[in-house]
């Protein structure tokens, strides 16, 4: 059975400028979470996406978005880069009705906005 | 605001020894509290987690202890190895809203 899988791995942008992260999940899981993981905040919680529905959110400001296609792969955007939005990306999926969430990681997108 | 704390940030302890991470949380509708490991350039991978109905699980060398009315739980490494260094995050979940502590950075000294 295939991981988690977070593209891409590493990804440099300029600040003011957009970006596009994908994740797909393990085949059968539906349900998607995304983080944001820094030294110094740890894992911040971004949203939560159910059958193409975001069902839970985080504390972010409206720049970071998110969605949920019919496949279950997801996409985060992060618009208008600032210095502070250098981090981790990490998404994270789990099947829906075994209970609670019993998260897979994927190795995450390393984002560097200079 | 954090709603899962953890301590220590980091910790250093010999081989052989036990390692100590607690958390505390605020947020009684948790009720699912994991442990996840995670190595340098990996994903958090999950490691043991806990009911609050039960105060104690024991899983080969890792241990979560519980307490539901002081809100605190604990993972104890036992026989800590130099294999066990890694950065371990206790969490809590609520309907798959998962809330994760800061992190806490292990190294075990040959």
């Known amino acids: 059975k295939a991981g988690v899988t977070q593209t891409p791995r590493y990804l440099i942008k300029t600040r003011g400028q957009q970006v596009t992260l994908s994740c797909s999940p393990i085949?059968?899981?539906?349900?998607v979470s995304w983080y944001q993981q820094t030294p110094g905040q740890g894992l911040q919680f971004l949203f939560e996406?159910?059958?193409?529905?975001?069902?839970n959110k985080g504390n972010f400001p409206g720049r970071f978005s998110g969605r949920q296609f019919s496949n279950s792969r997801s996409e985060m955007n992060v618009s208008t880069l600032e210095l502070g939005d250098s981090a981790l990306y990490l998404c994270?999926?789990?099947?829906?009705?075994?209970?609670?969430?019993?998260?897979?990681f994927g190795s995450g997108t390393r984002l560097t906005v200079v | 605001q954090q709603q899962v704390k953890q301590s220590p940030q980091s910790l250093i302890v010999q081989k052989g020894g036990i390692s100590i991470i607690n958390c505390a949380y605020e947020?009684?509708?948790?009720?699912?509290f994991p442990w996840y490991q995670q190595f340098p350039g990996k994903g958090p991978a999950l490691l043991i987690a806990?009911?609050?109905?039960?105060s104690e699980k024991k899983e080969g060398r890792f241990t979560i202890s519980f307490n539901k009315s002081a809100k605190q739980f604990s993972l104890h490494i036992m026989d800590s190895q130099p294999g066990d260094s890694a950065t371990y995050f206790c969490?809590?979940?609520?309907?798959?809203?998962?809330?994760f502590g800061a992190g806490t950075r292990l190294t075990v000294k040959p």
């Open positions: 947020n009684t509708a948790f009720d699912y």
């Open positions: 994270a999926s789990s099947s829906e009705g075994q209970g609670p969430a019993r998260y897979t």
């Open positions: 085949s059968g899981h539906r349900s």
């Open positions: 996406y159910f059958s193409e529905t975001q069902r």
């Open positions: 806990i009911r609050p109905d039960v």
């Open positions: 969490a809590a979940d609520h309907n798959n809203d998962m809330r």
